[in-house]
């Protein structure tokens, strides 16, 4: 079955307070291509974090010394009360090396600067946070969407992360409902009757990359309907992607 | 512009010596999907591998002292053969901790048993290694497309890589031909007119993770044809997405 990858094009700029659903539904409508039961709509964390409000004035915040240290120490001068920011979302410090600071945040996951986003803001002095939930904000999309065209669908919030080993930056999975966020295959067979031990697919992780092949961060494309992916309905929640610290190698 | 992932079905199983971009586009034109200019054709490695007979038969494998030790520690118990195999494809071990082996490749990639696979070999007492260069593999692709189709497609060699941090497998990008694996944006402005400064895309990673989508490991599905995503047609070759361990914190 082949998948397709929709974007959704001709999205406003988003504000606190915006009626996301609504305002990517009448986006889908427009290009006719209302969602089907299976599918799975993909929006960019920036999109949630932005009608949710996550927006910090950075002129309202004081930096502290620890910032201020770290800040000073960045190659071109990271603006110390970003940092500031950056730390107040974070839970435990992976690594802070090299001008780089991989965190752990207060929901789990482990990435960049604690999600905290510089660009495409809406304005200078402005930073962007992770949607405080964002598993309920998938669940907040599948419910707009039953409510509103009457069918299932999934719904996964994605963040563009750098990645250890490897350069460029990808799309993961944050929030994710409607589908389990992982494709459990043990237990089955290979073809040659071996059986699958270590299989699990993190299928809402590769929705994500594939839906952030048409969401380009400068094209203003914040969303996308993935088609013909066929997954179990289930739940879980994008949380079931973060390995537990205790089977992690590298934190 | 929507991307369409196309599963390359039909595929017989592959043995060493095969024909792999003919037995692709046998399968290809029986579907009706003639590759098209600007397509990208994903293949994962293990058929790649098969073909270009990179096969180990482990009855001719006598693990050394180090890989008996390894294995008899590990849980479930690992065969020694198989660990014997991954060390002689290792060129440094990053992580050898609770049963687990990441590793260094040769080639540069950082991965878990150095890419040794043991599902789906074809055979028991067989494991499958990482084609020796993917990108030669996948520039045979792009060349064999040419000349079969009379247009230029990039292609990519994929592997099912698990992720620090996360749970669950995605597929990368091993072997890239015919497009540049990473999309710089630095230099581009975002909407609100911010310099976008650290906006590299490891898009052949994306587009990996997408195929994977449709390349399912109990469906015998080995390749397929990603249609409708731009790029520019560029070189570097799989290797420009391996970090360089200098700029790697985790390794």
């Not at 739940?235 to 992607?241: A, D, E, H, P, V």
């Amino acid at each position: 079955m082949i998948v397709s990858v929709i974007p959704i094009t001709g999205v406003p700029l988003l504000r606190p307070g915006d009626d996301l659903a609504g305002i990517l539904f009448a986006a889908l409508d427009n290009a006719g291509h209302a969602p089907r039961a299976g599918d799975i709509l993909v929006v960019c964390q920036k999109a949630v974090s932005k009608c949710e409000g996550r927006i910090v004035d950075l002129r309202r915040i004081t930096p502290s010394p620890f910032a201020e240290q770290f800040a000073a120490g960045t190659k071109g001068g990271k603006d110390a009360r970003v940092v500031e920011v950056i730390l107040s979302e974070t839970k435990r410090i992976v690594r802070m090396d090299a001008g780089h600071l991989i965190v752990e945040t207060g929901a789990g996951w482990v990435c960049a600067n604690a999600g905290v986003d510089e660009s495409n803001t809406g304005g200078p002095d402005t930073v962007i946070l992770l949607p405080l939930d964002p598993d309920a904000s998938a669940e907040g999309l599948v419910a707009a969407v039953r409510a509103r065209y009457g069918c299932d669908v999934a719904a996964i919030i994605t963040d563009t992360f750098g990645r250890p080993w490897r350069e460029g930056l990808v799309d993961f999975a944050l929030g994710v409902a409607g589908m389990d966020p992982l494709l459990d295959l043990r237990g089955g067979h290979d073809l040659g009757g071996r059986e699958l031990h270590h299989t699990v697919v993190a299928q809402a992780d590769a929705l994500a990359a594939a839906a952030g092949l048409v969401m380009r961060k400068d094209a203003g494309i914040p969303a996308a309907l993935v088609r013909g992916y066929r997954y179990q309905p289930g739940t879980g929640g994008g949380r079931k992607l973060i390995r537990a610290r205790e089977f992690d190698l590298f934190r």
